[in-house]
């Protein structure tokens, strides 16, 4: 390898750990709120009143919510495991 390859090739694995580290911490914090929201929804009272029949809609987006988040956490922990 010559000398200005051997250049970039430091430079290419410093910025490529930086990528990692940035993901990584990017993944955490949307795990972390992932999990904090699904924890407040399912622990608040309030939000029970909101499953009703007569609302279909606000039934709908609700579990959708829910499903999407969960969909989420299990996905970032999917990202942990393969990182």
Not at 10 to 18: A, F, G, V
Not at 57 to 70: A, P, V
């Amino acid at each position: 390898m010559s000398e200005l390859e051997k250049i970039y090739h430091e430079r290419y694995t410093r910025w490529q750990d930086k990528t990692r580290e940035q993901l990584s911490f990017f993944n955490n914090l949307l795990l972390t709120l992932s999990v904090g929201f699904l924890s407040f929804v399912f622990a608040k009272s309030q939000y029970n009143i909101m499953i009703d029949l007569r609302s279909e809609n606000l039934n709908f987006f609700f579990f959708t919510s829910i499903i999407l988040m969960s969909f989420s956490i299990f996905s970032g922990l999917l990202v942990v495991i393969n990182r």
